[in-house]
C-alpha cells in the first residue's frame, strides 16, 4: 500500500516535534542544519580514493620509474 504525500510529511512533523522536546525551534534548526551538512559531506567524499602506494603495486614494479 503506497504511503500519501501528506501522511509521510505529517508523520515527518510529528517526529521531529518528539526529538526537538522542549528545544525552541531556532535551536533545534542548528541541530538539522549540522546533520544534513555531515551527510553532505559524507556522500560528497563517498567514493573511495586510491592511495598513490597502491596505485603503484597495481601497475607492477617494472614501471615505477
Given at each position: 500500500?503506497?504511503?500519501?504525500?501528506?501522511?509521510?510529511?505529517?508523520?515527518?512533523?510529528?517526529?521531529?516535534?518528539?526529538?526537538?522536546?522542549?528545544?525552541?525551534?531556532?535551536?533545534?534548526?542548528?541541530?538539522v542544519l549540522?546533520?544534513?551538512?555531515?551527510?553532505?559531506i559524507s556522500?560528497?567524499?563517498?567514493?573511495?580514493?586510491?592511495?598513490?602506494?597502491?596505485?603503484?603495486?597495481?601497475?607492477?614494479?617494472?614501471?615505477?620509474?
Amino acid at each position: 500500500m503506497a504511503i500519501k504525500k501528506s501522511d509521510l510529511y505529517s508523520s515527518l512533523w510529528a517526529s521531529c516535534d518528539e526529538l526537538r522536546g522542549g528545544m525552541d525551534a531556532s535551536q533545534y534548526k542548528d541541530y538539522v542544519l549540522f546533520m544534513l551538512f555531515i551527510k553532505y559531506i559524507s556522500d560528497k567524499y563517498a567514493t573511495p580514493m586510491i592511495s598513490p602506494r597502491r596505485s603503484l603495486f597495481r601497475r607492477g614494479p617494472a614501471s615505477r620509474t
